[in-house]
């Protein structure tokens, strides 16, 4: 699947995924009135403004970007109906042509691990045929419980070609009260020690240089990436924390290899709701798609002048 | 919401929780086969297939029982359809009186954490009104991005009156990979950090003696259930690994406080698919929930003869 991943940001020369992550907040009004309007005043309409504007955002993006990134969290607040958009959002991004890395975080043990990763990569078995969950060709995996939490998303990745992205260093500003501890046993902080394990997970994945066992690394923390980087040069690497974190596109060249390749950055409302930036304040709230083009390619520039 | 719990364990005198993780392969033939029959060989007719399984266990067992912990990976994994079971399973459980521990094991940061916190305990507002997503009274968490992940779960419980259990030190064999590591800074394991921080987070929770925030303690290691107990006085200690993960009655002593308080010792397989225990044989398929009730019994019996 990275081989997929890796084709797609060729294609675009594009080394970002832009983040599906809606909140009512960044739908302009005329939007939630017409779902309010059609479908009512409540989780139903609600849902369906979502869905319709992820879709116009995927319609006026989808040429320049080789990936999204739907967080689902965003969804699952609006429970079933907010589900059943993400659900149809994730379809409509593979009919498009775009590659989706569910931000899901799942993470638990045995069987558990196998029934995430199940939901979200791969598919039950009910009376010999097959049934695919949500479907998405990567997850994003919390590695709190081990190599027990682990393997069996990756066993499923091996099953049905898919991939993941595990957390190791991320973007948030706390990320460091555990993560940065500093292991006895090494000297070393906790994120390079699941940076190595990410790494040594990957390894019956390969796919060319690289294997279907990602890491999420924030951008807002150059330093760490650059350090990162040598400890697993198979690995890709998913950037979240560009723009609105504060991470910018000179931040983000440790995360990539000499070829350019190596990484994939994340930005979510920088582009999803860049129609609310004074910067693109002029294509107004009708026309918050165009901001959203606008924005991807403005982040496409930063990020490739470096690279 | 901490004080409901204890009022129900008291007045069942079981500080059990029944895990609700069906597998396809728990649940009898004759369940399957009329729910295929009347609904598909689909996942509508499997997650139809769950719920009454469900139901039929909670209707053998409510009465003795405080709570029931849901494990939503196992629904989640038969898409919206899953889903939809998940959410009638909750809320047949408030009708039957059961407190509801959502086992999502979620976490995240910022406005992604506070929007896993809404999904499962809390509510939308749309057009002033509330709708809840999922409306679990506990959710356990993971505590891997530090306190920007758990600080919303934290408020959305204050707003709400829920709770949440974080994980500390989970049940699993690989649990120790990264939570056992001994930090420099502390010359202690990470776990015990962790433990700290969780007393820490519930401070503002207060009712009584506990705090809304749990912590999640695997009964396979009692001896670090033992010094956790004494580093969180104030945290409720969700213990999974009872039974069918090797953990014993008299293994769970230590996560107890004198007063019989302070643990709530879940157990799945070991009761929900109770039948297939040889002990149980007797019961048959046809009365899978009685074989349920009589595991829940012997388990109740198990653990209070210790304290």
Redesign the interface.
């Known amino acids: 699947m990275i081989q997929k991943l890796i084709t797609n940001i060729k294609k675009t020369n594009a080394p970002i995924v832009v983040g599906l992550?809606p909140?009512?907040s960044y739908i302009p009004k005329w939007v939630l009135n017409n779902c309010?309007g059609e479908f009512g005043?409540?989780?139903k309409?609600?849902a369906e403004a979502v869905w319709r504007y992820n879709k116009a955002i995927i319609d006026a993006t989808y040429d320049l970007i080789p990936a999204v990134k739907p967080?689902i969290?965003?969804y699952?607040?609006?429970?079933?109906d907010?589900?059943?958009a993400y659900?149809k959002t994730v379809d409509y991004c593979h009919e498009k042509g775009l590659m989706v890395i569910g931000d899901v975080?799942?993470?638990?043990?045995?069987?558990?691990?196998a029934?995430?990763a199940?939901?979200?990569l791969g598919a039950?078995e009910?009376?010999g045929?097959k049934?695919?969950?949500?479907d998405e060709d990567f997850a994003t995996v919390?590695?709190?419980?081990?190599?027990?939490?682990i393997k069996p998303f990756v066993d499923v990745c091996q099953e049905f070609d898919k991939g993941i992205f595990v957390?190791v260093k991320?973007?948030?500003?706390?990320?460091?009260?555990?993560?940065d501890?500093?292991?006895?046993?090494t000297?070393k902080p906790?994120y390079e020690?699941?940076g190595q394990?990410v790494e040594k997970w990957g390894e019956p994945t390969m796919e060319g240089d690289y294997t279907n066992v990602g890491a999420v690394v924030g951008a807002t923390y150059p330093e760490m990436g650059k350090v990162l980087r040598e400890i697993m040069p198979h690995t890709y690497i998913l950037v979240p924390g560009y723009g609105a974190q504060g991470g910018t596109g000179a931040d983000l060249v440790p995360f990539f290899n000499k070829d350019g390749l190596g990484a994939i950055v994340n930005s979510s409302r920088g582009i999803i709701a860049a129609y609310k930036k004074e910067e693109y304040a002029k294509f107004g709230e009708k026309n918050f798609a165009d901001a959203s083009r606008q924005a991807a390619l403005d982040m496409i520039q930063d990020i490739t002048q470096y690279l």
Chains 1, 2 share one sequence.
């Open positions: 992550d909140m009512l309010y005043l409540n989780t309409g609600a967080q969290a965003m699952e607040q609006f429970g079933i907010g589900l059943i659900k975080k799942r993470g638990d043990i045995g069987s558990t691990s029934a995430y199940t939901a979200h039950v009910i009376g045929e049934y695919a969950g949500f919390n590695p709190y419980l081990g190599t027990d939490g957390l991320t973007s948030n500003p706390s990320s460091g009260e555990f993560q501890q500093v292991l006895s046993s000297g906790l020690y699941v394990m």
